[in-house]
Nanobody, 120 residues
Framework: QVQLVESGGGLVQAGGSLTLSCVAS????????MAWDRQAPGKQRELFAA???????NYADSVTGRFTISRDNTNNTVYLQMNSLKPEVTAVYYC??????????????WGQGTLVTVSS
């Protein structure tokens, strides 16, 4: 079972940028697809970015062009670069791991989350 630890959240002004990191341990990270999801206050959890073991990426329309998911298999880390931040993206952000190498497999692990707050 993989363990995931997110970091990098915090308070940022609207229009700013932030990079989240997620370090994975306990499994073969390089063979796993990874994803980020978020839960805003009073809203359902939303999975919005995913990356295969080979580096192919997929994004929800809500973040396309502003967020970038990437991975460093040497350091067992997946990143989320967030630009042009808006107050409405304030949420707890979670790192996810898939069972397999692509997002067609099931999610089977989640981190504890990191809070991102965007002030207006």
């Amino acid at each position: 079972q993989v363990q995931l630890v997110e970091s990098g959240g915090g308070l940022v002004q609207a229009g700013g940028s932030l990079t989240l990191s997620c370090v994975a341990s306990g499994s073969i990270f390089s063979r796993k697809a990874m994803a980020w999801d978020r839960q805003a206050p009073g809203k359902q959890r939303e999975l919005f970015a995913a990356i295969t073991s080979g580096g192919n990426t997929n994004y929800a329309d809500s973040v396309t062009g502003r967020f970038t998911i990437s991975r460093d298999n040497t350091n067992n880390t997946v990143y989320l670069q967030m630009n042009s931040l808006k107050p409405e993206v304030t949420a707890v952000y979670y790192c996810n791991s898939y069972v397999g190498s692509s997002w067609s497999s099931a999610l089977n692990a989640w981190g504890q989350g990191t809070l991102v707050t965007v002030s207006s």
